[in-house]
């Protein structure tokens, strides 16, 4: 999550803090991928367009937070 919030930027702030609940919420370590982000699209509980942007960060710079 360190490295997701120095780049609030990429795709706004209010996306760090998306990120931030999703693996709060979807995780036991706070560690956000690929699953972990289509678990959160499954549960219908963030925007869709919100966990895509979500999905730029981890893809990006290539690692999970």
Do not use: C, S
Not at 37 to 54: M, S, T, W, Y
């Amino acid at each position: 999550m360190d490295e997701l919030a120095v780049r609030p930027e990429f795709r706004g702030p209010e996306i760090v803090d998306v990120a931030r609940a999703v693996a709060i919420g979807h995780t036991k370590d706070g560690w956000l991928d690929a699953r972990v982000i289509g678990e959160a699209l499954r549960a219908g509980e963030n925007h869709p367009q919100d966990l895509k942007k979500v999905w730029h960060h981890v893809a990006r710079w290539d690692y999970a937070w």
